[in-house]
Nanobody
Framework: QVQLVESGGGLVETGGSLKLSCTTSGIIFRIADMAWYRQAPGKQRELVARISSSGIRNYDDSVKGRFTISRDNARNTVYLQMNTLKPEDTAVYYC?????????WGQGTQVTVSK
């Protein structure tokens, strides 16, 4: 059974930082491509950052230079370091992976950036 469990969300002021974690089970993490998505109220879920099993990173333009995705294969965990946060970063953040053509999601963690 695949499980993705996010943590690290919270309330932060504009310009602040947060680090999200996603711990996984039920997958061979070291060969899994991992991603972070977010969904703001009234908006569609959007890709924030992706890291391949080989460590190649991709970012949405809106977070380039501010967010960093990383992974720790020994801990089966993927991270999202978020710096210089803006109110428009407010959303529920979801961890994602795909295995055997099935998409898996965590329960999400709320990030709120106050003005």
């Amino acid at each position: 059974q695949v499980q993705l469990v996010e943590s690290g969300g919270g309330l932060v002021e504009t310009g602040g930082s947060l680090k999200l974690s996603c711990t996984t089970s039920g997958i061979i993490f070291r060969i899994a491509d991992m991603a972070w998505y977010r969904q703001a109220p009234g908006k569609q879920r959007e890709l924030v950052a992706r890291i391949s099993s080989s460590g190649i990173r991709n970012y949405d333009d809106s977070v380039k230079g501010r967010f960093t995705i990383s992974r720790d294969n020994a801990r089966n965990t993927v991270y999202l370091q978020m710096n210089t946060l803006k109110p428009e970063d407010t959303a529920v953040y979801y961890c994602n992976t795909n295995r055997a053509s099935c998409n898996y999601w965590g329960q999400g963690t709320q990030v709120t950036v106050s003005k």
